[in-house]
């Protein structure tokens, strides 16, 4: 990890630690699609926003590597609007551009909206899940 990526300097993340640990978990079960409902973290600042899409996409080649299959289908979900955010709206909405960015790019990744599904007022996690699991059925 580098050290301009976010988090890469904290001691639980040194050496790809969190990767190994968490991901060594998931290899065994050869998943068949990855559903990735990720990002609100990634909202920081504009820039971190911004180089979410990078990220990301590391992240997709790299299980897709490790699981051997170059195909494996990943569906972005994107992070719901949201007014109450300690972070800025600029931040939110940067990576919010980022995850549909690597959707459009990368081949087998899909991003599934939520902006015009989710109550921007009930905070980042949203009552009604049910509408974005209806997409990502769709989806998948």
Known sequence: HSDEQPNARMPWNRSGFLYERQFSEVKPFMPTAV????????????????????????????????????????????????????????????????????????????????DDICEADKGIHPPTKWRIAERVVEAL
């Open 35 to 114: 559903l990735w409902y990720q990002g609100e973290a990634n909202s920081g600042s504009v820039a971190e926003g911004r180089m979410y899409a990078d990220l990301l996409e590391t992240l997709i080649g790299q299980w897709r590597i490790d699981l051997g299959d170059c195909r494996l289908p990943f569906v972005v979900i994107e992070l719901a609007s949201e007014k109450t955010t300690v972070n800025s709206a600029d931040a939110w909405n940067a990576v919010r551009h980022s995850q549909r960015e690597v959707a459009e790019r990368c081949p087998f990744v899909t991003c599934v909206r939520t």
